[in-house]
């Protein structure tokens, strides 16, 4: 809560007055998709407090507000409340200009188009929401925040409905795709995907043996810095190999360490239920604090620069793959 008042002290008349101006901008581009100010600006008030907020002890400057509000893809994220809204228009929208796209991308990573088509119909469903919480439908349209493009977006959730449905054969998958940056989600892409692409670099051994070493301590150091339930989280899917639903499940069970951990976090009852995109979310909460903690050691331990840090980083994913979570398993 902290964190929310002193984005609250940030957002004074003036960044308010740019948030309206976006809005009308938006507005005037799509004067059909029916999204509301008070929406449009609770989301990027969420957004602000999320990202900004939490950044350090000192409450962003109006430059920093500012600069941060010109990033957002408003365009995007205008869409992407008018869907969650429920917006016909903006649906179509949706549809004619992403459609194709998604069907590429999900063809691009499943072993046959039956699962590249089943994936994307599980996408559509998941966006249009068919869970209703309180009385309303819940749209995974809902967790976009703008930061990045909508398409990076719709990507880290092919990602994650083609990982479940090909968990017990991973191997397989052409995961090339995921080792660009996805947005909001890049650090899961840098630690949950295969080697970067044709295009990158290889690195000679020489390179790799100086490196190497380096690499595992910091990667062990940056596990170990894990709090005992994002151990767990990442243990489950990783190398137990569990569905997101599944973990979603085991908050639900009286014997679960994750049950116990989510209580004293929420503060809910046995009759609390949690869903995969939360688990989604916990998840990529952790990977991004273990490639923090990473970069942390390689460039404090270790004395390496930044871009020393960045060729660590693809020794990590190049060399060890699929199995650069096995060592949660002994932390």
Known sequence: MESEARSDQTVDAEIMSRI?????????????????????????????????????EDAPTKDETA?????IQADDLFLALACANG????????D????????????????SEIDAQEVVDQVYVDLY???????????????????GSLRGWLRTVIWHSLVDLHRASHDEVSLDEMTESFGEASAQGAF????????AAMLDDLTRDRYRGAVRSSLSNAFSSLDDHEKLLLLYYHVENLKLREIAKL?????????????????????SRTHESTVMRWLEKCYGKV???????????????????????????????????QGLSAV
């Open 67 to 71: 600069a941060f509000l010109d990033q």
């Open 87 to 94: 917006n016909e228009r903006a649906w179509w929208e949706f």
């Open 251 to 271: 908050v639900e069970n009286e014997g679960s360490p994750l049950r116990g951990w989510f209580q004293r976090r929420h503060g809910r009852g046995a009759e």
């Open 20 to 56: 309206e101006d976006i809005f009308a901008k938006c507005s005037e581009n799509a004067p059909n998709f029916g999204v509301q100010l008070d929406c449009f600006r609770s989301s990027l008030l969420k957004t602000l407090s999320k990202y900004l907020g939490s950044s350090g």
């Open 129 to 147: 929401g068919q869970k209703i919480v309180d009385g309303e439908r819940v749209s995974k349209f809902a967790t976009y925040s703008g930061r």
């Open 192 to 199: 949950a995907t295969a080697a970067p692409d044709g295009e």
């Open 96 to 111: 004619h200009q992403h459609r194709a796209y998604l069907e590429r991308v999900a063809r691009h990573l499943a072993k």
């Open 291 to 325: 490639l923090q903690q990473f970069k942390h050691e390689l460039e404090r331990t270790h004395g390496l620069s930044a871009k020393e840090a960045e060729i660590c980083l693809e020794l990590a994913v190049q060399d060890m793959g699929g199995d650069i979570f």
